[in-house]
């Protein structure tokens, strides 16, 4: 089972990245995947998710109306396509799976599957 993140980077504030999260070794379909950022001394906080089948999506208020999450089925890969860049919004992403299909996964809770991170630094 793998989860791939990528797209990181740095970029001023205003600008936008993609993030990519491209998955295997286990049944998209079956699967929410999710995405997650974490600053250095914090905690992880959940950030987005989408269910791979039935394409419901969620949003935390700090992201809600800059960011949008997608899914392409056919490449088992998830987006995260993040506009309107902050400073705040630096961290580490991480994307992760699970079976349960519910608002509920931007708390953590049942994470079947973590990637590693992919660094945004946006600069102000």
């Known amino acids: 089972v793998q989860l791939q993140a990528s797209g990181g980077g740095l970029v001023q504030a205003g600008g936008s990245l993609r993030l990519s999260c491209a998955a295997s070794?286990?049944?998209?379909?079956?699967?929410?995947i999710a995405w997650f950022r974490q600053v250095p001394g914090k905690e992880r906080k959940g950030v987005s998710c989408?269910?791979?089948?039935?394409?419901?999506?969620y949003y935390s208020d700090s992201v809600k109306g800059r960011f949008t999450i997608s899914k392409d089925n056919a490449k088992n890969t998830v987006y995260l396509q993040m506009n309107s860049l902050k400073p705040e919004d630096t961290a580490t992403y991480y994307c992760?799976?699970?079976?349960?299909?519910?608002?509920?996964?931007?708390?953590?809770?049942?994470?079947?599957?973590w990637g590693k991170g992919t660094l945004v630094t946006v600069s102000s």
């Open positions: 992760a799976a699970t079976t349960i299909q519910s608002s509920l996964v931007l708390l953590g809770y049942g994470m079947d599957y």
């Open positions: 989408i269910n791979t089948s039935d394409g419901d999506t």
């Open positions: 070794g286990f049944t998209f379909d079956d699967y929410t």
